[in-house]
C-alpha cells in the first residue's frame, strides 16, 4: 500500500442471504483526503462503512484501514479512527467536559493531553462557559460540533462521518464543514456520508453507490462534466434513476 493511501478496498462485498448488500466494491482514499460516499437510501454504503469501521464482517473481498487489515486487525483498526453518527453520539446527562473526559478516558489519553486537547476544544468552538452544562440542553448545532471534535479528540487517521449534520440549519453545516476542512489540513483522512448534495462539493472527491455497487468516482468538477450536470443534485439525480432495488 502507498505511504499516504489510508483506506484500500479491492472487491469488498456483503451478502445477506441471497441479497447482495454491497457488490464489489473497490476504491482507495488519500490521507487528508476528504472523501464523500453517497448513495440514496439502500444503496448499501451503510453497510460498507459498517465493513470499513470493523462493526462488520465481510463476506468477500479485502480491505486495509489505517494499514491494518479488516478481517485480522479490527481492534488495531478502531484505536486508528474516530466515528460520528447521525444519531448524535455524546451523553446527554453529561455536562460538556465530563463527555470529553469520558471518551478521553477511552482512547486511553493522559491526564495531561487530555486536560490540553479539552481545552483547545473548548476555546475552538467557543465553548469556555459551558463546560459544565449538561449537552440535553446544548442546541443541535453545537452538539453536532463537539461530537465531532471529541471524535477526532485522539487524533485518529480516519474519521468516519455517517450523515452528521442531519437536521441542522444550512448556516451550522457551513461551520461544521469548517472543522472537517481544519481536520483535513492536520492530515486526518474524513470519510463523509451525507444527503445534502452542495456539501458534496466540498469533498475533494466523491463516489456514488447505485444498487451495492460504486457507479461513479471523481471529483466534483469532473463528474458534472461527466455527466452534463449543472450541480452535484443533478449528478445524484441522474445515477440514482438507474437503481433497480427499493429502498430500505
Same mark, same amino acid.
Given at each position: 500500500m502507498e505511504e499516504n493511501t489510508v483506506i484500500k478496498v479491492k472487491n469488498l462485498t456483503k451478502q445477506f442471504g441471497a441479497f447482495t448488500a454491497v457488490d464489489g466494491i473497490s476504491f482507495e482514499v488519500k490521507k487528508g483526503e476528504i472523501f464523500g460516499f453517497l448513495g440514496a437510501n439502500g444503496a448499501g454504503k451503510t453497510t460498507a462503512m459498517r465493513m470499513l469501521t470493523g462493526l462488520s464482517y465481510p463476506t468477500a473481498g479485502e480491505a486495509t484501514i489505517a494499514g491494518f487489515d479488516i478481517y485480522r486487525d479490527t481492534e488495531?483498526?478502531?484505536?486508528?479512527?474516530? /466515528?460520528?453518527?447521525?444519531?448524535?453520539?455524546? /451523553?446527554? %446527562? *453529561?455536562? @460538556?467536559? =465530563?463527555?470529553?473526559?469520558?471518551?478521553?478516558?477511552?482512547?486511553? !489519553?493522559? %491526564? =495531561?493531553? !487530555?486536560?490540553?486537547?479539552?481545552? $483547545?476544544?473548548?476555546?475552538? *468552538?467557543? !465553548?469556555?462557559?459551558?463546560?459544565?452544562?449538561?449537552? $440535553?440542553?446544548?442546541?443541535?448545532?453545537?452538539?453536532?460540533?463537539?461530537?465531532?471534535?471529541? $471524535? @477526532?479528540?485522539?487524533?485518529?487517521? +480516519?474519521?468516519? *462521518? %455517517?450523515?452528521?449534520?442531519?437536521? @441542522? %440549519?444550512?448556516?451550522?453545516?457551513?461551520?461544521?464543514? =469548517?472543522?472537517?476542512?481544519?481536520? $483535513? =489540513?492536520?492530515? +486526518?483522512?474524513?470519510?463523509v456520508t451525507t444527503h445534502y448534495m452542495d456539501e458534496a462539493e466540498y469533498c475533494d472527491r466523491v463516489s456514488i453507490m447505485v444498487d451495492g455497487r460504486i457507479d461513479a468516482l471523481d471529483t466534483p468538477a469532473q463528474l458534472k462534466v461527466q455527466l452534463d450536470a449543472v450541480d452535484m443534485d443533478e449528478v445524484f439525480l441522474k445515477l440514482a434513476r438507474k437503481a433497480t432495488r427499493a429502498d430500505g
Open positions: 488495531k483498526i478502531k484505536q486508528e479512527i474516530g /466515528y460520528m453518527s447521525q444519531k448524535f453520539s455524546l /451523553y446527554e %446527562d *453529561l455536562t @460538556v467536559g =465530563e463527555n470529553i473526559r469520558f471518551y478521553g478516558g477511552i482512547y486511553g !489519553l493522559s %491526564d =495531561e493531553l !487530555l486536560e490540553t486537547r479539552t481545552e $483547545a476544544i473548548l476555546k475552538n *468552538l467557543e !465553548l469556555e462557559n459551558e463546560r459544565k452544562t449538561l449537552v $440535553a440542553s446544548l442546541p443541535l448545532g453545537w452538539k453536532q460540533k463537539l461530537a465531532f471534535s471529541v $471524535a @477526532v479528540l485522539h487524533r485518529p487517521q +480516519i474519521v468516519f *462521518l %455517517d450523515e452528521p449534520t442531519g437536521g @441542522v %440549519d444550512p448556516i451550522t453545516r457551513r461551520k461544521f464543514w =469548517e472543522l472537517i476542512y481544519q481536520s $483535513a =489540513e492536520e492530515g +486526518i483522512t474524513i470519510f
